[in-house]
């Protein structure tokens, strides 16, 4: 319905510019009144639906063709377009193709989905969880190393994230110039790929082993070993939630892909500032605190 909406605009736009006697026909009435009849609709059935879907496509088909014989009527060295209904115009053929795929195909899924025509970068990522089953947002690959935050990659695709542990710890050694002694990650980062590939790299990976659970007990030092690690790992999660909750991570208001991106590297720049802030007025504070010990020590001596 709103490709249906920006296209019924951009042919108003073109026949305004042409000046012709009799504007295009687009049955916009007729669309929005189906279209309401089945979206105020309280429950509304897979057939009702797939119907209401191929009427829509319809019109839009219609309305695309319509804007294909507008815009050969134009001079070619010029555009009648300006740049933003050029990239809507790009992004309702999309839209139409692959909706057309899934209606063709009684499907609700295709790869690479657009969900939004003026964010066509956003893509649906099904999370299952209790309050939102399905999320739009970037996926990001985050490392911490002494509580400050790297960002190691950022995508809008839904994507299995285990494949970004070897990227990262490769950014490790290419920053460090050395692997890291221990990996500590979530579970869905414990492949049987990755264990490989950190047991030929000599990187202990901190987690569960895989198969069945092994006849020998853990020791006291082991179980406080893994305990200690678990609790590093959650300190990524509490980055998280300090991004979300005070830094608004998850109120990113821009609309284009590179400046949703800037904003989010910003929010974790402004974090590690916060950290090395906080890191050197302890600094300062504890150096102060020895000087003015050590000179009381000396005063005492001379006394």
């Not at 569960?208 to 678990?230: A, D, F, I």
Request: a positive charge; aromatic letters at 12%.
């Amino acid at each position: 319905n709103d490709s249906r909406l920006e296209s019924e605009r951009m042919i108003d736009k073109l026949y305004a510019k042409l000046e012709l006697s009799k504007k295009p026909r687009t049955y916009r009435r007729k669309a929005k009144k189906q279209y309401l009849a089945i979206a105020k609709k309280k429950h509304k059935t897979n057939k009702e639906i797939h119907k209401a879907i191929g009427q829509q496509l319809r019109y839009v088909r219609r309305n695309l063709n319509t804007m294909e014989k507008l815009l050969d009527m134009f001079n070619q060295q010029w555009f009648p377009l300006n740049k933003r209904d050029q990239k809507i115009y790009w992004v309702i053929q999309h839209i139409y193709q692959q909706q057309k795929f899934m209606y063709d195909n009684k499907t609700k899924s295709c790869e690479h989905r657009i969900v939004n025509i003026y964010q066509p970068h956003v893509r649906p990522i099904v999370r299952g969880k209790a309050k939102t089953n399905v999320e739009f947002g970037s996926k990001q690959g985050v490392s911490m190393i002494n509580g400050y935050v790297r960002l190691n990659t950022l995508s809008w695709e839904a994507y299995n994230e285990s494949s970004d542990l070897i990227k990262q710890v490769e950014a490790y050694e290419q920053q460090h110039g050395y692997y890291p002694e221990v990996v500590i990650t979530d579970k869905i980062y414990g492949t049987r790929d990755n264990r490989q590939w950190l047991k030929e790299k000599e990187v202990r990976f901190s987690g569960k082993s895989l198969g069945r659970p092994p006849k020998e007990q853990q020791t006291s030092y082991q179980k406080r070993k893994q305990n200690k690690e678990n609790g590093m790992r959650n300190q990524v999660e509490g980055k998280f939630g300090q991004g979300k909750n005070g830094y608004g991570l998850n109120k990113i208001r821009a609309r284009l892909q590179n400046t949703s991106e800037s904003w989010v590297a910003c929010i974790y720049f402004v974090m590690n500032l916060v950290k090395f802030t906080k890191d050197f007025l302890f600094c300062l504070i504890f150096r102060s605190v020895l000087r003015f010990r050590n000179s009381i020590k000396l005063f005492m001596d001379y006394v």
